[in-house]
């Protein structure tokens, strides 16, 4: 039976948000625009939902912007802000995700100046990586909560603070930490922040940018006035219903989940140990309980990912946005790891519903995999 490990890329709908769903994709219909009965039930659902996401990521119902995920988010968080706000100076770190990298290239195109913000070997972005960088005319300032490859969590709240300080606002990208560790809007103390329903065991297609109301912000869609004239035309209903109440479940059972994946995620480093070739990344920094990114020396990442697929396992080979690519992630290019190394790099990130028995049966196959690697290479010695 095939086993999924790959719960950063996306996680399977939840039974009871898929419950919370159906109504919504077969009895109960209308425009939410619409004053009629029909589109107050549609427009109430949307508040309902709205009020469960802002709860899980202690923020107010009105600061929820609902979008199509998190990559709608990250660009109208920054487009929507500097490209008519008279943004002349922002700052991102070297680890984002793609859906933020590159629409601020798009801005740095257009003139204006984009700062990188390093990282140290572990992933983390320090105070001082970003007194480096940010200058009086920085605007904004962008640093992920948790990074999506190495799972390595960032102090976003001294970093908000230092932001803060040096009159620039703050966002950070918060869709994979949202539904696994508590994470507050208002006690980090950022103006905004991106969120992504499938990340959580909600629908694909659903996302949201809570941000400040301070914010000048602008849509980057016309023709209607939805999502607080954010995000114009009509809501995806059921995918918002079924974010909301994902939000909701993992509220209740947070802790509960972080414990299970954390002892799965825990239990497979110490038996990674037995491997020489194997180096965990970011093994030395706060991570998601869920997250473990290796590197086999010697080995292709691509390769090693199809081996274990043939196996049985699913994992990833970094972001499953950028997989196809054989140059080094990013991410670990920025940490400083080895190009032979960072190219040998796959991800395993837990569920809910995975087993210490898969776990077990993971580190045979990997066993499997690397005793035929050294076969081939002594093989390969010996002609």
């Known amino acids: 039976m095939a086993v999924y490990f790959d719960h950063n890329a996306t996680t399977p709908l939840h039974e009871k948000a898929l419950e919370a769903m159906q109504p919504y994709m077969e009895a109960i219909y209308g425009n939410p625009s619409s004053l009629h009965r029909f589109g107050r039930l549609q427009r109430d659902a949307i508040e309902q939902a709205r009020e469960q996401v802002a709860a899980l990521m202690g923020a107010q119902s009105s600061q929820v912007v609902f979008t199509s995920g998190g990559t709608e988010a990250n660009n109208l968080m920054l487009k929507g802000l500097c490209i008519d706000a008279g943004v002349q100076r922002i700052a991102v770190s070297e680890i984002e995700h793609m859906s933020l990298l590159q629409p601020a ?16 070997e572990q992933g983390l972005v320090t105070q001082a990586s970003l007194k480096q960088v940010i200058k009086d005319d920085t605007a904004l300032v962008s640093v992920m909560a948790a990074n999506n490859e190495t799972g390595a969590l960032q102090d976003i709240k001294k970093l908000a603070a230092q932001a803060r300080a040096n009159g620039a606002w703050f966002h950070t990208d918060a869709s994979q930490i949202a539904g696994k560790l508590a994470f507050s809007f208002e006690q980090t103390g950022v103006h905004a922040m991106t969120l ?28 209607g006035s939805q999502e607080k004239g ?154």
């Open 105 to 120: 290239a798009t801005l740095a195109d257009s003139g204006c100046a984009v700062d990188r913000i390093a990282v140290n």
């Open 196 to 223: 992504s329903a499938h990340k959580l065991y909600g629908p694909l297609g659903a996302g949201a940018l809570i941000v400040d109301k301070q914010l000048p912000m602008h849509s980057l869609t016309q023709g």
């Open 230 to 383: 954010l995000r114009a035309g009509t809501e995806n209903v059921p995918a918002i219903v079924g974010f909301g109440m994902a939000a909701e479940l993992a509220m209740q059972a947070m802790d509960e989940r972080a414990d299970h994946v954390r002892t799965l995620r825990d239990a497979l480093e110490k038996l990674l140990q037995q491997f020489d070739q194997v180096k965990v990344f970011a093994n030395e920094a706060g991570r998601l309980p869920n997250t473990l990114q290796m590197g086999v020396q010697d080995f292709d990442g691509e390769t090693l990912l199809m081996e274990l697929d043939r196996r049985g396992f699913a994992v990833s080979s970094g972001s499953a946005c950028t997989s196809g690519k054989t140059e080094p992630s990013h991410v670990l290019k920025a940490m400083a790891i080895p190009d032979e190394l960072a190219t040998s790099a796959v991800r395993i990130s837990f569920g809910r519903a995975n087993t210490m028995e898969e776990v077990e049966r993971f580190v045979e196959a990997l066993e499997q995999i690397l005793g035929l690697k050294s076969s081939a290479v002594m093989m390969a010695a010996n002609l």
